[in-house]
């Protein structure tokens, strides 16, 4: 009894946290949608997740890209298929190595960073200040962020694709022997504008899940430092796990026959 008893307590811990992970989220959702709005903050919140992310996505993505097209290489060979691998290249990043690949660079990066800081407003009674200040804080604090991180990452996914993209026409042309014409039409030419839209969906999808976890786990971290750096650590693994969820279910919406 106490096997069963144990299995039906971590369900119920299970159910009751979704359930309170699905409130704050639309407690955010509305707080999107209705004034005051923080223009500043969004702004601000867009600048810290955009353009400082750039330099740790643009990394990962030419990397990403060069190692793709050496990858590609190295299995087409074997069936005289070289010739495919712009298609490849192209197809991988801007439908899942892109979007996923940034999604969780991003994740590592700022959904630790909004644990952290609404984690340490929390347990040092600055979010309660907020309330006796008649400013509500999922206004001031998650709004802005669920918005600017939901609006930016498209734009940081799309710098992402163009970088892993050159980064497979480097490796291809230098390294492989690939005509530089040949290869940037082949990539041209089979690119579609579904490829890119599922991807920048797949993104703003993981914005939204990046700064939902952060905000949530950082406004109900408890405890003084160790419950902020438990905070911390939960946003991004949770974060992480959905962004795979999700991007199962976004694939499926696009591209299932």
């Known amino acids: ?15 009751e946290t979704l359930g ?32 400082y992310s750039l330099p740790v996505v643009g990394l990962t993505a030419v990397f990403t890209g ?18 495919a691998i712009p298609q490849v290249v192209v197809v991988s990043l801007t439908r899942e190595l892109g979007p996923v690949l940034a999604g969780l660079m991003v994740a590592g ?16 009674d600055q979010i309660d200040a907020l309330s006796t200040l008649s400013t509500n804080p999922m206004r001031y604090l998650v709004a802005p962020r669920l ?15 163009i970088i892993g ?3 497979g026409y480097i ?17 041209l030419s089979f690119l579609e504008p579904l490829d890119v839209i599922s991807g920048l969906v797949k993104a703003a999808v993981f914005g939204f899940m990046i700064a939902l976890m952060g905000c949530y786990h950082g406004f ?15 946003a991004v693994v949770s974060a992480s796990i959905l962004i795979l969820i999700s991007n199962y279910i976004v694939t499926e919406l696009f591209f299932a026959r």
């Open 1 to 15: 009894m106490a096997f069963l008893q144990a299995i039906g307590h971590t369900f119920l811990n299970g159910v």
């Open 20 to 51: 309170r992970l699905i409130l704050f989220a639309l407690d955010g959702l509305l707080a999107i949608v209705r004034p005051p709005y923080y223009p500043r903050l969004i702004l601000k919140q867009m600048i810290e997740i955009g353009y």
């Open 66 to 83: 060069m190692v793709l097209a050496l990858q590609s290489f190295t299995g087409f060979a074997r069936f005289s298929a070289e010739s």
């Open 109 to 124: 990066r700022i959904g630790a960073a909004m644990a952290a800081e609404i984690g340490t407003m929390r347990v040092t």
């Open 147 to 161: 918005l600017a991180a939901t609006a930016t990452l498209p734009f940081l996914v799309l710098i992402a694709d």
């Open 165 to 167: 993209i050159f980064g």
């Open 171 to 187: 490796v291809s042309i230098y390294k492989l022997g690939f005509n530089p014409g040949i290869y940037i039409h082949n990539t």
């Open 220 to 234: 109900h971290s408890r405890g003084g430092a160790q419950g902020v750096g438990g905070a911390t650590t939960n």
